[in-house]
Nanobody, 124 residues
């Protein structure tokens, strides 16, 4: 079992920054990768980015590339999503997820455990 708890969401003006955290506990040593997804009202869940547990490789959706950065602190079992130059279209509930078995990191079905999500609202 892996437990994930996100924090750091909130309200920010366009152009601003937020940093989301995802604290993992449980069998984190067996995690393959960690991902961030978001879902806006009336829209499907969308891949944001992912990082392998070693922190060596990162992957981003085109919509956030160059603005968002994923990092990992293995000592704290925490994954971060630094979001800069935020836009109103980034408004969504952001969730982190743990992938234990590989596969496409851009597909939500590849993830085994999910956090409860944290709301990010970007005002124009």
């Amino acid at each position: 079992q892996v437990q994930l708890v996100e924090s750091g969401g909130g309200l920010v003006q366009a152009g601003g920054s937020l940093r989301l955290s995802c604290a993992a506990s449980g069998r984190t040593f067996s995690s393959y990768a960690m991902g961030w997804f978001r879902q806006a009202p009336g829209k499907e869940r969308e891949f944001v980015g992912a990082i392998d547990w070693s922190g060596t490789n990162t992957y981003y959706a085109d919509s956030v590339k160059g603005r968002f950065t994923i990092s990992i602190d293995n000592a704290k079992n925490t994954v971060y999503l630094q979001m800069n130059s935020l836009k109103p279209e980034d408004t969504a509930v952001y969730s982190c997820a743990a992938n234990l078995r590989g596969g496409s990191l851009k597909w939500y079905g590849s993830y085994d455990y999910w956090g409860q999500g944290t709301q990010v609202t970007v005002s124009s």
